[in-house]
């Protein structure tokens, strides 16, 4: 089966903690995008990648990194600089940056203790 | 600034009878808008997309229109079923990047 897997699906983070939801993607897609959503928002952009190596900054990137190490792979670690963490966390692809068309995974849930 | 507004009411209709979902735009000039749903704890889906030089789009029981003057995008849904309900996302792109922006999503209950 071609899609996109997340994980985990729930992850809690503690105070002063660095965390890293993963993205896997199957469908040979060059771009990659994360995204935070939160109740009553639309879909906020974190990164995007449009090919291996290559990495921007979405609208609301403080105190998230990311790598682009692999085409299948594109994790989001939430660093301890993100006062705010609590969120659903949403990774995408498309053929390339250009496609209009995204496919999303399932999510991550991040819970702060 | 940018803005997408949808209804943030959700939106209850009686199983069999059309229903209409409203996405509304302001400072900006898009390219193309696209429709997804989404289900609770699970990630959006896409449905249809519809070019600024389109007036309607359908497929199947779903039919978006686009009106570039109103800056507004309806999209439709007939003869509806309970497994219609979800949430729907409105999504606009640029021309000159394609990041897309996002609306907050409506929630649609069809009640059987």
């Known amino acids: 089966d071609g899609g996109i897997t997340q994980s985990p699906k729930y992850l809690f983070r503690k105070e002063g903690q660095n965390v890293t939801l993963s993205c896997e993607q199957n469908?040979?897609?060059?771009?990659m995008y994360w995204y935070r959503q939160d109740p009553g928002q639309g879909l906020r952009l974190i990164y995007y990648s449009q090919i291996v190596n290559d990495f921007q900054k979405g609208d609301i990137a403080e105190g998230y990194s990311v790598s682009r190490e692999k085409k299948e792979s594109f994790p989001l670690t939430v660093t301890s600089a993100q006062k705010n963490p609590t969120a659903f966390y949403l990774c995408?692809?498309?053929?390339?940056?250009?496609?209009?068309?995204?496919?999303f995974g399932p999510g991550t849930r991040l819970l702060v203790l | 600034s940018q803005k997408i507004e949808q209804n943030s009411e959700a939106l209850n209709i009686q199983e069999g009878k059309t229903a209409t979902l409203t996405c509304n735009y302001t400072?900006?000039?898009?390219?193309?808008l696209q429709w997804y749903r989404q289900d609770p704890g699970r990630g959006p889906v896409f449905l249809l997309l519809i070019r600024e030089n389109e007036k309607e789009k359908r497929k199947e029981r779903l039919k978006v229109t686009f009106d570039t003057t109103l800056k507004q995008s309806l999209f439709h849904i007939t003869a509806s079923q309970p497994a219609d309900s979800a949430t729907y996302l409105c999504a606009l792109a640029g021309d000159s990047n394609y990041q897309l922006i996002w609306g907050a999503g409506t929630k649609l209950i069809i009640k059987p």
């Open positions: 400072n900006y000039s898009p390219a193309y």
């Open positions: 469908l040979n897609h060059d771009a």
């Open positions: 995408a692809s498309s053929i390339t940056r250009e496609q209009e068309t995204q496919y």
